[in-house]
């Protein structure tokens, strides 16, 4: 910036070096001014650049007052003015709310960085000192005009110390305050935020455990991994929104021959690796984002720095471990829990970017993912092979950019609830919330057809979806269970709890022919991270299992009872943890001799907040209301956390 502003001081510069005492040397220095305008700003006056256009004016005055009309006192006085015309500039450039700084400044900082509020303020306040500086400038030498002992060389002293200060303070000053800024704004978020407290707060050990304690007994045909996956920030955050902010820890839980062993460790993220070296939070959260702090700032950080957690979910696909994130690269560990790096199954120079929920596809073995964006294509649908190969891939055409965590399949269709939730980047840039909620927009239902890429779009009410159940076909019409918000807020202010009703089980049934919608309540307790058997996905079923809180639990933030829906007869059970109890999503693991649908266990960790302590908990699914067929104690706290998986057979 600095450079470009000292190229735009050029005309004025040179009139301070030629103006000279002589009125020929004056003459001279007006006309060089004027070329040297047009040459070095021609360009930017042409763009409306607020200093360009007043140096033209100010020795276009000039000119006419000296060359023309031979004007002796402005003759006299012309380095006088200039200061004061240059304070002129800088202070009308500010009450149009176009600070001269910016409009260079505009032109060496990436794209769209000039619109963060940090670097608008420091260029109002650039502006504002160099007014300051020049009308000083302007003043002083008036009130030494009349003083016995002013002299010109004390004058052209005056005349050339305001630039020069103006370009020290240019030079020293916005580094100063960005250093300073982030020294404040970069305080830990720790002690006001109720997701940072209890068993929401993060663990720092990295455990390997063998032989754990069992109370009950592990069932004979359980072999294989559990992992689960959630925000764990590394380093007090300076900002966090739960559940969108942290690092990814998996833990473990390895069963074979009825017993247990546990590990548990970060997915070593490139951020997480940057933090551990700073040894320190560096980046801002979901509602709080900002740039790199410039201690650690590197070539190639964006105007705001985001980092990938992987911390969503968990999977196992074509026997890769893979840590989930939102729209961005996963991270492949191995079954140790050892990060191995970005997982780019495209092998191109960028890793692929995907969401965190994938969907399984029983009748063809293929997996497929989504990935939103902030730009276009705004969505993209990908299709991989059960050998981690690309069959196809789709963009889809929206109009706008929004935030879409989950999809779903059908026996021929890919369906995606487009809901109004909506990213605003210019709001972003400056400081402000990342999505809005926009319900004017109401929510559009898209069904793809997955051999021929056909897209329909269908629009209903406004309503949120984290996440889906399963959906299904019966003839012309489409079925989709899924956990509805009325409503969806981000920030810290308007937390998820606050909204006007509480998430529930819904059924849309959409009618592919007349096109016509039907909503249907199943339920009307609070839920969410719905769990299916996998090989029913896309197919008709029967069961449903969700976490759910009791009116009487302790933690009114977490959930304590677990709902097993059979949506066939409109039946539930439930299992009751306890009041003091706080557990997570459940994962169906069908039985080895299993023969109907619900035949198999419930896997999921569960807290006690009265003795901190945290079990691995198996139920039978058949007769969820048992008492369970193990309690596995784990030798430390699980935090609460997000998607985990089952990943049978040996490791």
Request: aromatic share 14%.
């Amino acid at each position: 910036m600095l450079k470009e502003m000292l190229k735009n001081f050029m005309p004025w510069i040179l009139f301070f070096i030629l103006m000279g005492s002589s009125k020929q040397q004056l003459e001279t220095a007006i006309i060089v001014a004027i070329i040297a305008a047009f040459l070095f700003d021609f360009k930017r006056l042409k763009n409306g650049f607020v200093l360009n256009w007043g140096t033209i004016l100010f020795f276009g005055f000039i000119f006419v007052a000296v060359i023309i009309f031979k004007n002796k006192w402005i003759a006299t006085y012309s380095g006088l003015l200039s200061n004061g015309a240059l304070a002129m500039i800088a202070w009308v450039s500010i009450l149009i709310r176009k600070p001269f700084t910016i409009q260079y400044a505009k032109e060496t900082v990436p794209s769209d960085q000039w619109k963060h509020p940090l670097f608008i303020k420091i260029n109002y306040l650039l502006t504002a000192v160099w007014a300051i500086l020049f009308s000083i400038g302007t003043a002083l030498p008036l009130i030494l005009l009349y003083q016995p002992s002013f002299s010109s060389s004390i004058f052209q002293i005056i005349s050339w110390l305001p630039p020069v200060l103006g370009i020290w303070f240019t030079t020293w000053f916005p580094e100063w305050y960005k250093a300073n800024y982030f020294k404040k704004k970069r305080q830990p978020d720790t002690a006001s935020n109720p997701y940072l407290q209890g068993n929401f707060a993060p663990v720092s050990d990295e455990l390997s455990i063998h032989d754990l304690k069992v109370i009950g007994e592990i069932p004979n045909d359980l072999t294989g991994i559990y992992m689960r996956n959630g925000p764990n920030p590394a380093f007090p955050p300076v900002s966090y929104t739960y559940p969108f902010d942290g690092d990814g820890m998996i833990h473990a839980v390895y069963i074979k021959d009825g017993k247990a062993s546990y590990s548990n460790k970060f997915v070593e993220t490139s951020g997480l690796i940057r933090e551990r070296k700073a040894g320190k939070a560096l980046y801002g959260g979901l509602s709080n984002l900002m740039p790199m702090d410039p201690e650690w700032a590197e070539e190639g950080d964006g105007p705001v720095a985001v980092k990938n957690g992987a911390f969503i979910h968990v999977i196992r696909f074509a026997n890769q471990y893979l840590a989930m994130s939102e729209t961005a690269p996963a991270y492949q560990i191995t079954a140790e829990l050892k990060t191995l790096g970005e997982w780019n199954p495209l092998h191109t120079e960028s890793p692929l970017e995907v969401g965190p929920h994938t969907r399984y596809d029983p009748l063809t073995g293929d997996l497929w993912f989504i990935n939103y964006a902030l730009t276009p294509p705004f969505l993209t649908i990908y299709q991989f092979n059960s050998e981690a190969s690309l069959v196809k891939k789709w963009d889809i055409t929206k109009p706008y950019p929004t935030m879409i965590h989950d999809f779903v399949l059908t026996e021929n269709y890919v369906v995606i609830f487009d809901c109004p939730t909506l990213f605003d980047l210019d709001e972003i840039m400056r400081g402000g919330s990342l999505l809005k909620w926009r319900p004017d927009l109401g929510t559009r239902i898209g069904i793809m057809h997955k051999k021929t890429g056909e897209l329909k779009w269908f629009e209903t009410e406004a309503f949120f979806v984290f996440h889906y159940a399963n959906a299904f076909e019966n003839k012309s019409e489409i079925t989709v269970d899924f956990v509805r918000h009325e409503e969806v807020f981000m920030s810290r202010d308007e937390k998820m709890e606050e909204n006007k009703s509480s998430p529930c089980l819904y059924r849309s049934i959409i009618d592919l022919k007349s096109g016509k919608i039907k909503h249907i309540a199943l339920d009307d307790r609070m839920i969410e991270f719905p769990r299916i058997r996998e090989d029913k996905n896309s197919l008709p079923y029967q069961y449903i299992y969700a976490p759910s809180r009791t009116p009487d639990i302790t933690n009114k933030r977490a959930f304590n009872s677990l709902i097993k829906y059979d949506v066939k007869n409109q039946q539930n059970d439930v299992y009751s943890f306890g009041i003091h109890a706080e557990i997570g999503e459940a994962v169906f693991v069908p039985s080895a001799f299993s023969k109907q649908e619900d035949d198999g266990y419930l896997m999921l960790f569960a807290f006690d907040n009265t003795t901190n302590q945290s079990e691995f908990v198996i139920l039978d699914a058949t007769h969820m209301g048992d008492t369970p067929l193990a309690r596995i104690v784990m030798p430390g706290r699980v935090p609460a956390g997000l998607h985990g998986s089952w990943m049978p057979g040996e490791w």
